[in-house]
Structures are given as structure tokens and as C-alpha cells.
């Protein structure tokens, strides 16, 4: 694909991931400034998105089209709306502790839904905004990269490891042990009082994720392990008894 067709696709995710948020729809003009660009191509690629059916427009502002919704029940996949929060609420109970469900879409992370403890506002809002998270720096975004597909891994470690070298090297280092005892960890590396520990669902870039505060000099933290040794137990046990587990649905 041609340099050409790269900004064009980066273009189109922002302008969805924009109109996604918008508390207010937005204008073209709007969305010509979120991407940087004259409103006169900014309309062409609007126009085909919609006639795509990933945007509509109502009034002369644009809201998220049907065209995903679509492309999901055509999968027969599970969407964001399936997630079962009240098995997330249990899960918590479970093993004491918070248990977040994040994904990892492109180049970031995404927490999809939250159980448990609130954690400090600063923190919190960040599951409650689905605000995207650095995928080298949280226990979920490390381990959905070490276990997708080695192209896709390489196109996106080769991309954010300009922006975070030091956070890319520290992955390609725990990469072989990640991938094969399927965990893995936060030490404050997103967040200097939080570590977090990430086990994978079924669903291929998804996974659950448990937290509790840092441990003053580092390392681990008895409590977050023993979390994440029950709710790998649990998810073990619920794979043999039914071939699902929170995030399959």
C-alpha cells in the first residue's frame, strides 16, 4: 500500500474514533480540523465513509453508521455491547480485586468494562472514558501484542517503538517468556502506583486484566498474583466446562 493509502486509513480511523466520542456531532469542518486537512478532501473521504456506511449524516453533522454493527453480526463475533458485566462483578468478587476487560485495536488498548473497586479518579476515568492506553507500558496491551499473529505483531512493534524505544526493548526481552506462560505484567510502567496483571480470554485480542497499588520499592505483589492465579484457575475451569469465559460472548 502506498504512503497515499496509509495516511488515508489513519485519516479514516481518527475521523470514526472522533465522531465515536463526540458528545455532539460534528460538523465536516469539525472533522477537517481533527485530521489536519482541507475540508475539500476531508469531504471526499467523509463521502465515501458514509457511502460505506461507517458514518451518516443528519442535519449536516456526522454520527456513527451501522456499518460495523454489521460487519459484526456478519462474523457472528461477539461485540463490546455482549460483554457480560455482571460476570466481570462476580469474577472481581472472586479474586478480590478489580478485573478491567481491555482489547487491543491497531495500536492501542482500549478498556472495554470494569468491575470491582473503583480506582482514583484520575485512573478511573480512563475505563470509564474507554480512553486509549499505550500498549508497551500495560500488562493487557503486552500481552495481546505477544500473542497475535508475528506480522501484525512486528508492523506494530516497529511502529511504537519510535515514539517508546525504551518500553519496546523491554518488550522484545519478555516477549518469549510472555508467550509461553500466556501472562503479563505492569509494574508502574502506565501508572507509577499501579501494577497489573493480564491473562488472556478465547477471543483473540481480548483480555482480562486484575490491579492493585504498587508496592513501594517494586516487584511483586503478593496479593495481584494470588488475584491472578484464581482467575486463571477460573478461566481454565470455565474452558473445560463450557469453551467460554467473560469476553467470548
Known amino acids: 500500500m502506498t504512503s497515499t493509502g496509509h495516511r488515508s486509513l489513519a485519516r479514516a480511523d481518527r475521523l470514526l474514533d472522533h465522531v465515536a466520542r463526540s458528545a455532539t456531532a460534528p460538523t465536516l469542518t469539525d472533522l477537517a480540523r481533527v485530521i489536519g486537512a482541507p475540508v475539500s478532501s476531508t469531504q471526499d473521504l467523509v463521502r465515501e465513509l458514509c457511502v460505506l456506511g461507517y458514518l451518516r449524516v443528519v442535519d449536516s453533522r456526522y454520527r456513527t453508521g451501522l456499518r460495523m454493527h454489521v460487519l459484526t453480526v456478519v ?23 478489580p478485573v478491567t476487560l481491555a482489547a487491543l485495536v491497531g495500536r492501542e488498548v482500549f478498556y472495554l468494562d470494569h468491575a470491582g473497586p473503583r480506582a482514583p479518579t484520575r485512573l478511573q476515568v480512563v475505563a470509564d472514558d474507554h480512553r486509549p492506553r499505550p500498549t508497551l507500558r500495560t500488562a493487557a496491551g503486552r500481552l495481546l501484542l505477544a500473542l497475535c499473529d508475528e506480522p501484525v505483531r512486528r508492523r506494530i512493534l516497529g511502529e511504537l517503538a519510535v515514539a517508546d524505544p525504551v518500553a519496546a526493548r523491554a518488550f522484545a526481552t519478555e516477549l518469549p517468556l510472555i508467550r509461553r506462560h500466556r501472562i503479563a505484567r505492569s509494574d508502574g510502567l502506565a501508572d ?22 504498587r508496592a513501594p520499592r517494586g516487584g511483586r505483589v503478593p496479593v495481584l498474583e494470588r488475584a491472578a492465579q484464581t482467575l486463571r484457575a477460573e478461566i481454565d475451569q470455565r474452558g473445560a466446562d463450557t469453551s467460554e469465559v467473560p469476553g467470548t460472548r
Open 75 to 97: 462474523a457472528g463475533a461477539p461485540s463490546t455491547a455482549g460483554v457480560d458485566y455482571d460476570d466481570l462483578v462476580r469474577l472481581s468478587r472472586l479474586v478480590q480485586a
Open 192 to 213: 507509577p502506583d499501579i501494577a497489573a496483571v493480564a491473562l488472556p480470554t478465547t477471543q483473540p485480542d481480548i483480555a482480562l486484566m486484575v490491579t492493585a497499588r
